[in-house]
């Protein structure tokens, strides 16, 4: 089955800086990549997705890139503020499965003031 | 946007008693339905498709007589964890996928968390 890795962990920046999530994924059949935000005991939140004709997609300052020869997508958030900080969780699916998501493990990103 | 109604919120209840967990999508059709575990701080992990009409296809390692789902119309499925005991206590999450939605987006609902006593 599909095996989502994603990197780091935690992430720690200050207010302003770019923050950079990182993940991988393992079937090459997988299609499509969503990245969910999701606030301590809340419901993850679609924040930006993309799919696998695509290579690069931003909206405002959240943009998501995907190399699919090496299987591996990014989020990439800029000029951040505080109310970024949340666990972002990014994850792969493909429709022979049905859309079924495999997430990642997950990064807890603070932003400092 | 689509919303997802998750019900209830918070379930207290004693060992070997059964709970059921209602999803339903509100202002749309929801073709497919998953129901997801999360333990404390860590990620969500996928235990069945709910497809209406038919059986749901539950994940390696999910027990079908022990987490029941029933997916009866086109805007609820519910998930019953029979027999509950400790080891159940998690947070459940459920989404929906619209049966209009061309690009196939999950929406969530805001989860169960079910404590077992």
């Known amino acids: 089955g599909e095996n989502v890795e994603q990197h780091p962990s935690t992430l720690s920046v200050q207010e302003g800086d770019s923050a950079v999530i990182k993940c991988t994924y393992s079937?090459?059949?997988?299609?499509?990549f969503p990245w969910y935000k999701q606030e301590l005991g809340k419901r993850p939140q679609l924040i930006i997705d993309?799919?696998?004709?695509?290579g690069e997609k931003k909206d405002q300052r959240i943009a998501v890139t995907l190399n699919k020869t090496a299987k591996h997508f990014s989020l990439h958030i800029t000029e951040t503020q505080p109310e970024d900080s949340a666990v972002y969780f990014c994850?792969?699916?493909?429709?022979?499965?049905?859309?079924?998501?495999?997430f990642g493990k997950g990064t807890s990103l603070l932003v400092t003031p | 946007g689509a919303v997802v109604s998750q019900h209830p919120s918070r379930v207290i209840c004693k060992s070997g008693t059964s709970v059921k967990i209602e999803c339903r999508s509100l202002d749309f059709q929801a073709t497919t339905m998953f129901w997801y575990r999360q333990f404390p701080k860590q990620s969500l992990m996928l235990m069945a498709t709910?497809?209406?009409?038919?059986?749901?296809?539950?994940e390696q390692g999910v027990e079908k007589d022990k987490f029941l789902i029933n997916h009866a119309s086109l805007t609820l499925s519910t998930l019953t964890v029979t027999s509950a005991h400790p080891e159940d206590s998690s947070f459940y999450i459920c989404s929906a996928v619209s049966r209009d939605n061309a690009r196939n987006i999950q929406y969530f609902g805001a989860g169960t968390r079910l404590s077992v006593l």
């Open positions: 993309i799919r696998s004709n695509v």
């Open positions: 994850a792969a699916s493909n429709s022979n499965s049905g859309y079924a998501l495999n």
């Open positions: 079937d090459s059949a997988s299609n499509y």
């Open positions: 709910s497809n209406e009409g038919s059986k749901a296809t539950y």
